[in-house]
């Protein structure tokens, strides 16, 4: 695919789709809300699961070499991080495997950490395994947000066991830089703390910006804490249930294979043969995708700018999401509201991710230009002259 290929998708085409982004709302509700892109799949992920319906090869998955090997291959090429093909273990998505691994680690109402405005299902997953949410809320600068580092040590300090870190960040897009991971890797050894780094965004890092995975930091940082990664947010296969675990160190690998032994059963097989696909030959559309959302990312500010000014943006360094603070419009009601009753647009409600978002939406950017911009002016039909 070319730049101008990603252009081409229509909604009489997305409309036909039968995914939860496409099935939660009525059809003259424009949806941007969830984390899945409109792309059409990447060509060797398309084929490689056409093959596999072409055999009839649905059957159950199976944590087989392969996935291990492409994984390994894919890490060492994008992030010059070198894993043992033997230290990925198959999980059906990122929630599961950190829900499972806390259930593992630590004791039942042990604290857990995390950086709001976050994840939404952070929250409820933590609470699912038995575990208290600590909260850790980011510092929201001038230029965006920034870690925290006098608050995270203060919630190490205050029953935080386990630190479930999001780099790249969801929703607000950072990227933390090595020496941010630095300082978090010393302070996790200082307190005796676990890190879960969620890195599922990682392939989604934007000309400008390096993502520097957590256990490539250095034995003094992989000693105490294992990776959750996948292709379902890259290559925006998330419904194929495929995702991985990374530990490499002795003590992680220990955990780690306390898993459930059926683990690799609750994964889909498609997911399995997709995702290899993906690591393996999927870098080419990958690098056309990044190019797209960087230009994406650089068309939201312009149409902001143009219809929203009063809408505070700070572009994300990674991921296809955009972070918007709308207090500035000085709304009546929560702006997800608004744009979704009032402008028929249905974007991410900041206040899932935190208090921090209150006034805040997450828009879902991994689209052609002509969505994204339709996206803009329908927010900005829903919003008072005077607030823009």
């Known amino acids: 695919m070319t730049q101008g290929a990603f252009d081409e998708i229509s909604l009489t085409e997305l409309r036909r789709r039968r995914s939860y982004k496409w099935r939660a709302f009525p059809d003259d509700i424009l949806p941007a809300f969830v984390a899945e892109m409109d792309f059409p799949l990447a060509p060797p992920v398309a084929a490689a699961i056409v093959d596999a319906v072409a055999q009839g090869d649905a059957g159950y998955a199976w944590p087989i070499q392969e996935l291990g090997e492409a994984v390994s291959g894919f890490l060492q090429a994008r992030f010059e991080w070198t894993v043992d093909p033997t230290d990925v273990t198959l999980v059906p998505d990122v929630m599961v495997g950190i829900t499972e691994l806390l259930r ?3 004791k039942p109402s042990d604290g857990v950490v995390i950086n709001t405005p976050v994840y939404p299902p952070f929250f409820s997953h933590i609470v699912e395994a038995g ?6 809320p980011l510092a929201d600068g001038p230029d965006g947000y920034e870690l925290d580092f006098a608050t995270l040590e203060r919630a ?25 991971l630095e300082r978090v890797a010393e302070l996790a050894q200082l307190h005796d703390v676990l890190v879960l780094s969620d890195e599922i965004h990682a392939p989604l890092v934007l000309p400008g910006t390096v993502h520097t995975p957590f256990l490539a930091l250095g034995e003094h940082a992989a000693e105490r804490a294992v990776a959750f990664i996948s292709a379902s947010k890259a290559w925006n296969i998330p419904g194929l249930k495929c995702a991985q675990v990374v530990a490499t160190s002795d003590a992680m690998r220990v955990l780690v294979g306390r898993l459930p032994e ?9 997911g399995v043969i997709a995702s290899i696909a993906a690591y393996r030959d999927g ?3 990958l690098d056309e995708l990044v190019a797209v959302l960087d230009r994406n990312r650089r068309l939201l500010g312009e149409l902001l700018a143009e219809h929203l000014p009063a809408v505070r943006y700070a572009p994300p360094q990674g991921t296809y999401l955009a972070w918007l603070d709308c207090r500035g419009l000085g709304l009546e009601h929560e702006p997800v509201d608004v744009f979704r009753e009032r402008g028929r647009v249905a974007l991410g409600p ?5 208090a921090q978002g209150i006034g805040r939406v997450r828009v879902t950017m991994g689209t052609s230009a002509g969505i994204l911009r339709t996206i ?5 039909s829903a919003v008072p ?3 823009a």
Do not use: D, I, Q
């Open 104 to 106: 593992l680690a630590v």
């Open 376 to 380: 803009v002016e329908r927010m900005r």
């Open 385 to 387: 002259t005077e607030g």
């Open 350 to 354: 900041g206040p899932k991710f935190g």
């Open 131 to 136: 575990c208290k949410v600590v909260e850790a």
């Open 156 to 180: 190490f300090t205050s029953g935080g066991r386990v630190y479930l870190l999001c780099n790249p960040h969801n929703p607000s897009g950072r990227v933390f830089s090595r020496s941010e």
């Open 262 to 270: 059926g683990m690799g059963f609750r994964a889909g097989n498609l």
């Open 283 to 285: 870098s080419p559309w």
